[in-house]
Nanobody, 114 residues
Framework: QVHLVESGGGLVQPGGSLRLSCAVS????????WGWYRQAPGKQRELVAH???????NYIDSVKGRFTISRDNAENTVYLQMNSLKYEDTAVYYC????????WGQGTQVTVSS
């Protein structure tokens, strides 16, 4: 049974930073590409960034230059460093693989507000 546990969200002012973590258990973590997704109220879940098993990274245009995805295969953890946060980054953030998804975790709420 695969478990995904996201953490690190919170309330932050515009321009602030947060670092999200996703602890993965029950999966052969290192062989997969992993992604960070987000779902804002009333919107569909979207893939924000992903990192391949070999380290290749990709981002949606709206977060390029502000977000950095990384992984620690020894710790079975995926991270998302978020800088220069904007109001429109407000969402629940989740991690998962890129297809044939594992059961979704509870997510971590990120709220950008002044």
């Amino acid at each position: 049974q695969v478990h995904l546990v996201e953490s690190g969200g919170g309330l932050v002012q515009p321009g602030g930073s947060l670092r999200l973590s996703c602890a993965v258990s029950g999966s052969d973590f290192s062989i997969y590409a992993w992604g960070w997704y987000r779902q804002a109220p009333g919107k569909q879940r979207e893939l924000v960034a992903h990192i391949a098993s070999g380290g290749y990274r990709n981002y949606i245009d709206s977060v390029k230059g502000r977000f950095t995805i990384s992984r620690d295969n020894a710790e079975n953890t995926v991270y998302l460093q978020m800088n220069s946060l904007k109001y429109e980054d407000t969402a629940v953030y989740y991690c998962n693989v890129l297809s044939n998804f594992w059961p979704w975790g509870q997510g971590t709420q990120v709220t950008v507000s002044s």
